[in-house]
């Protein structure tokens, strides 16, 4: 198994411009995640997804766009990028809830962006 | 929502010492308590995680603790080894499905 896949690694975008961040992954998770990492904190939550069709908000969605039409997929949309969406992006994945507790999430690689 | 504090921010230890980090959370639905390790420039971790069922977990030279009665729970790393230096991120969990991290802690295992 990949696991969890990001594209790309790395990205320079200018401000108002607009990209979509990928993520896949091959363990038929039912949960996918979007956090953020600015340098020196710990992550914040996007979005996140409980399955095909439903996607909810985390802390801090302002500026953002998602979608979970299949299992696998989870694209993150940026839409008129700003300096202050300049981060690491990492996606991450869990089974479901199991006797009411959560499951291990696994990330990946991240995705660096840069608006300038 | 759930807010996670975590201490200390930086942590210096001798090879071989033990290093502690804390952590406590607001959240009495919370139920899960992972920890992540993370290396310069890589992804997250599990290194080792908790649920409320139980007050104390081991592997090997880590261990967790968890008391519910003060919502804390702490990492114990025992003979620290150099390949032990990295951020360090708590998080505390529940049935919505999501976690809520704190802000990490430095460790840094001088030789």
């Known amino acids: 198994n990949a696991g969890v896949t990001q594209t790309p690694k790395f990205r320079i975008l200018k401000i108002g411009q607009s990209m979509t961040l990928q993520c896949t992954q091959d363990m038929n998770h039912n949960y996918m995640y979007w956090y953020r990492q600015d340098p020196g904190m710990g992550l914040k939550l996007i979005y996140y997804s409980v399955g095909a069709g439903i996607t909810d908000k985390g802390e801090v969605p302002n500026g953002y766009n998602v979608s979970r039409s299949t299992t696998e997929d989870f694209p993150l949309r940026l839409e008129l990028a700003a300096p202050s969406q300049t981060s690491v992006y990492f996606c991450?994945?869990?089974?479901?809830?199991?006797?009411?507790?959560?499951?291990?999430?696994?990330f990946g690689p991240g995705t660096r962006l840069l608006v300038l | 929502g759930e807010n996670v504090e975590q201490h200390p921010s930086t942590l210096s230890v001798q090879e071989g010492d033990s290093a502690v980090i804390k952590c406590t959370y607001s959240?009495?639905?919370?139920?899960?308590f992972p920890w992540y390790k993370q290396e310069l420039g890589k992804r997250p971790q599990l290194i080792i995680d908790i649920r409320s069922n139980v007050g104390e977990k081991k592997d090997q030279r880590i261990a967790v603790t968890l008391n519910k009665t003060a919502k804390h729970f702490s990492l114990h790393i025992t003979e620290t080894q150099p390949e032990d230096s990295a951020v360090y991120f708590c998080a505390a969990g529940g049935h919505d499905y999501k976690l809520s991290f704190g802000a990490g802690t430095t460790v840094t295992v001088r030789a």
């Open positions: 991450a994945s869990s089974k479901r809830l199991r006797d009411k507790y959560q499951e291990t999430q696994y």
């Open positions: 959240d009495s639905a919370s139920n899960y």
